[in-house]
């Protein structure tokens, strides 16, 4: 309950709360609601957003915020909601067409006006996205997802709070864990020189270690606490890349709605397998931050599949809906994925196709 005091501390007093339909439902959520309106602090929240955010959503929630005569903007979610009260804090002074803001064509250089004072609650523990400076909005009808960035887009403050994360459910846990293990062992694995960042993500990927199978079959306050740290340091880490990992899986988000940590979590073993040759080295590190006996790729891999049974997450992607038919379309969208080009091996179309089918 440090919302209604930091709010008033900055002469706020009119938030519009962008959050979604699940967590809008949630006790914390009806409890600092009414903490904020005993301080005298008008709330409006917005909650109507797609599992996988769309563009519409965004202006829906900057129409909330117009018409209700806002003056900051909290998010209070998962990465879906975080992304679109992120996108909407950009959209309140940049009016031209969303996606000419698209970082990926250059459109960063657009966002050149102010915008209003954000702020940022994580309610899980998986894209960091509560320190991110980008949101991630699919085009309503092609389902392709877009990447607004700016570095204005940084919350002022972040409240990151792992009493709001003690009920997520074990599944989403789980998924939204194995999202935060991959965007640490991405960015480890980007060949690039940031001993900083590299340093935060074997840090987190030991916290997972430690922490991952007990906050989803066994949580406590620790397993918890490590694992929303973790999640946080994933962010700050993959400021470097990420890599053949979420190409392989943002395509089963676009395609058929998969959940992205899921969607991460059945891919990774396979990902990483294939980034092994040219880089034991890196992989070494990582059994060591795994703790690890021996330090073979091989053994992290399966580490990898290890954990996902620990934590009831398929190894095959014909368990979460991929057909054969769909293949040729997922690597399709994997080649055209913009997180690949950061990975340390290139990927071409054929490897996209051959790392699908071994998963399917
Ligand atoms: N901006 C970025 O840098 C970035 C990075 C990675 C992913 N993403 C985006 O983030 C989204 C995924 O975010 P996510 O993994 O956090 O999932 P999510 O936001 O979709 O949340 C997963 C589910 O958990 C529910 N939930 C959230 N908090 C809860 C709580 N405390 N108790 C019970 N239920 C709760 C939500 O209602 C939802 O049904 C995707 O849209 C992805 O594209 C963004
Ligand atoms: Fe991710």
Redesign the pocket.
């Given at each position: 309950m440090e919302l209604g005091p930091y709010l008033l501390r900055n002469g706020l007093s009119r938030p519009l709360i962008v959050t979604?339909?699940?967590?809008s439902q949630?006790n914390?959520l009806t409890d600092l609601v009414k903490d904020l309106q005993n301080r005298n602090i008008s709330v409006e929240t917005f909650y109507g957003i797609h599992?996988?955010?769309v563009k519409s959503d965004v202006y829906q929630g900057t129409n909330v915020f117009d018409e209700e005569e806002r003056d900051c903007i909290v998010g209070i979610?998962?990465?879906?909601?975080?992304?679109v009260a992120?996108a909407i804090t950009l959209r309140i002074h940049h009016r031209e067409d969303l996606f000419k803001y698209d970082d990926l064509k250059g459109g960063d250089v657009f966002v050149t006006n102010e915008v209003p004072h954000f702020i940022t609650i994580?309610?899980?523990?998986?894209?960091?996205?509560e320190v991110?400076?980008?949101?991630?909005i699919s085009d309503d009808e092609t389902h392709q997802?877009k990447?607004l960035f700016s570095p204005k887009l940084l919350a002022r403050i972040v409240f990151a709070d792992p009493l709001?994360?003690?009920?997520?459910?074990a599944f989403?846990t789980a998924?939204?864990g194995m999202?935060a293990l991959t965007?640490n062992m991405e960015a480890f694995l980007v060949n690039m020189f940031h001993p900083m960042c590299d340093g935060i993500a074997l840090k987190a990927i030991s916290l997972i270690h430690n922490s991952l199978e007990r906050a989803v079959n066994k949580p406590d306050l620790e397993s918890r606490s490590n694992m929303l740290i973790a999640s946080l340091m994933g962010?700050v880490a993959?400021q470097k890349g990420l890599g053949v990992v979420?190409s392989l899986a943002?395509p089963l988000?676009s395609l058929l709605d998969t959940?992205?940590?899921l969607a991460n979590a059945v891919n990774i073993p396979y990902g990483m397998e294939y980034n092994i040759e040219g880089f034991e080295y890196k992989f070494a590190e990582i059994a060591r931050a795994l703790h690890l006996e021996d330090e073979s790729g091989e053994t992290v891999v399966k580490y990898l599949f290890e954990l996902n049974d620990q934590i009831n997450i398929p190894r095959k992607l014909s368990a979460i809906g991929v057909k054969q038919e769909h293949i040729e379309t997922l690597a399709d969208l994997a080649l055209a994925d913009f997180a690949h080009p950061n990975n340390p091996k290139p990927v071409s179309r054929e490897d996209f196709k051959k790392l699908y089918l071994k998963a399917l």
């Open positions: 979604d339909p699940v967590v949630l914390f599992k996988n955010p979610g998962g990465g879906a909601a975080l992304d992120r994580p309610t899980t523990a998986g894209t960091g996205s991110g400076r980008s949101a991630i997802k990447i709001l994360t003690m009920e997520l459910p989403i998924a939204t999202d965007h962010a993959f979420h943002h988000s959940h992205h940590g």
